[in-house]
């Protein structure tokens, strides 16, 4: 490469200026966008009047009796 290429090419490589970044505004712009997911997501399908069946895990204390359940005394 001699000198005239480098000319020509500092000359064309000195056009190209990188674009300014702004990092808030893409910080910002992902915050809108999840939190309007997150605000359509609850319009659809949080809205359900439902009643929640909750499972009951806490086994009688007769289960520990496998011939007969306990008495109570008076």
């Not at 000198?3 to 020509?8: A, K, S, T």
């Not at 910080?27 to 966008?33: E, F, K, P």
């Amino acid at each position: 490469m001699d000198q005239r290429d480098q000319d020509l090419l500092r000359k064309q490589v000195g056009r190209l200026t990188p674009a300014a970044r702004n990092d808030g505004v893409l910080i910002l712009a992902t915050l809108v966008v999840f939190f309007g997911g997150v605000a359509i997501g609850g319009f659809l399908f949080g809205n359900e009047r439902v009643p929640t069946r909750i499972a009951f895990n806490d086994a009688p204390p007769a289960a520990s009796y496998p011939i007969a359940p306990p008495t109570m005394l008076p």
